[in-house]
């Protein structure tokens, strides 16, 4: 199966079971979605519960507030990260808050799905990534998926959730191969480690947590160690009890992500470990992030501009010989 | 329309579908990559308007070439920017969605739908601040007329009577959602009836656009405040490379291409302004070298540096900076 069938299989399944599901979102539905996630749906459930909106942002978070209110479990599609910015009032003044606002008495089913950064030569205005300022967003839950096992559990559990919860998906990811395991029991919302190992833990997410996975082996070689590699999956809440049990084994902590590096999300992660786990470590902690740069549109520049598998080799390996690896 | 600005806009429109074609084949070759989008079938509009509206300022969207060539950009240079090259218009940063040159008042080139509208509403101000009404020219498609950006801009440049032409073009598309199913009527001059003069066109005439832009060119010159155009167009190809047009009938497309805007104008060359069929071939011959030109420098252009990576994020330095 393919990420973007697993996404798709677990709207299927729960559109079925629910009716108060609905989707809305641009090109949606008769043209079967931008990546294709909702193919199919409006042939199976039509026009009424697979809404094709116009090119209108803010409504379509907005609407699908106003229908979580009323009643129906809304799951937004933004085609890209960048356009969500012309939501992001309804995200963050609405969406997030009116739960803690009445006190409890609204709450808002609903989820918010769209693709982020660097894909290929998409320029600056539509490689974007958005984790670090929604998961700094009290009462929004932020989920990120980088597998096809992990966004077909995870996607369910948003709908089925009576939070708001936007859910984050990569452009580069949607024809991703793995199979889904019908079986697995563990939370989708929490951490999983997806590699054990002693000596490093290597946290990361999303689709640059494929080419941490890739840069591994030669990192072991390199460093005659073994890595622990942790998908965070939920950015919002983070789970550092996964984080904390793994860097007290490993005493070591890298944290990868795609996204520019000033204020980038692994910011967290590593002022938390320098707070609450400095006595642990033996080394100080590493940090490999995006350039601070839009995203340009030249291939080469694209590439320098975000962490690849030779770079993340690379800087691990330099940061483990200088530190007593 | 005097012969020698028919001559050039029939020679730019031959010129615009030819360099779309060639991009599309390097698209192919893999030369060019990202979101591509082409502007074949929708000449008229983008060259006639900008040949009208020669003064004042342009702000567009990401199908842009035709409209940066018209405009007076070389061919060569945008072909550069579509290769990711350092002689592209924007130096391989920007690519195809992104062309600017401020030298010839053109501001992109934006790629987030209506996000242009206001920018170019705000930059009908400065003008009229600075004394300025010959006028900015903002041209969006009508996926752009139903979000927020497109009704509070009405509602500003109106207010303040501003020198702006809003030009919509109309090709009944937004990617794969016809405009009948994203808004209760077809016809977006509708929304801006309210605030200001309105007129609706047939974008696939060069002569129809060129007598309507410029006529709304004057008035706004003579201080009419905001003006709307709507040209209703169609497109030949999908949305962009990524789209495979399957959400139009073979009959949808053939009545579409039934409107083609080159033959319609050749006619008029023709018929109406004189050119003998020779002449008109050699301005095809002209406009057929020099995109082949275009690419050939294109492909022999040098990659922009990694330094380049980091240049330009600010103008100023840090340490130049004076509190
Ligand atoms: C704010 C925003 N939302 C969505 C998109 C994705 N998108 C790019 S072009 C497009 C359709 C625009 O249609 P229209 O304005 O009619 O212009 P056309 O492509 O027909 O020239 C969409 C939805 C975007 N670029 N920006
Ligand atoms: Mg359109």
Redo the contacts between chains.
Sequence with gaps: MLYREALNRALDELMQKDENIVILG??VG??GG?YRVTEGLVEKYGEKRVI????????IVGNAVGMAIGGLRPVAEIMTA??SL?AFDQIINHMSKFHYMSNGKIKLPMVVRFPQGVS???????SESYEQMLSAVPGLRVVATSDVNHAYHALKKAILLDDPVVFIEHELLYNKKGEVDFNDTQDPFKARVVKEGKDITIVSYLKILDDVTASVAAIEKELNCSCEVIDLCSLNPIDYETLAKSIKKTSRLVMVEEDHKTGGFGSQIVSWAAEELFYSLDAPPLRIAG????I??????EL??IPTVDSITKKVIEWGHKNGL | MEKLIAGDIYYLMYLGRAFEYKAKEHYMTGDI???LHLDIGQEALSVAAMKAFEKGDVFTTYREHIMAIARGMEPKYVMAELF??ASGV?G???????LFDPSHFFYGG?????GQIPNAVGCAYARKYQGNLEGVMVVFGD??T???AFFESLNIAATHKLPILFLCENNEY????NIK???PFKEQYKKAEPYMLTKAIDGMKADEVYSAVKEAQSLIEKGHGPIFIEAYTCRFEGHSMSDANL?RSSQEMKHCKARDPLPYFKEKMLNSFNFSQEEVEALEKKANECVDEAVDFAANAK??P?E???EH?FYEELNNVVS
């Design positions: 641009e090109d008769l043209y931008s094709d909106t116009p090119i209108a942002e803010l409504s960048n356009f012309l290929r030569q998409l320029a600056a205005q539509h350039e601070d740069v839009p340009p549109y030249n291939r080469k520049l320098a501009s | 990559s990202g979101f990711g090259k924007s391989g940063k920007g690519g195809s969605m992104h934006d790629a987030i739908v209506g996926g752009a139903n979000g927020g937004a990617i794969g959602t199913r994203a808004a959400y990659e922009p990694l380049a990576l980091y994020v």
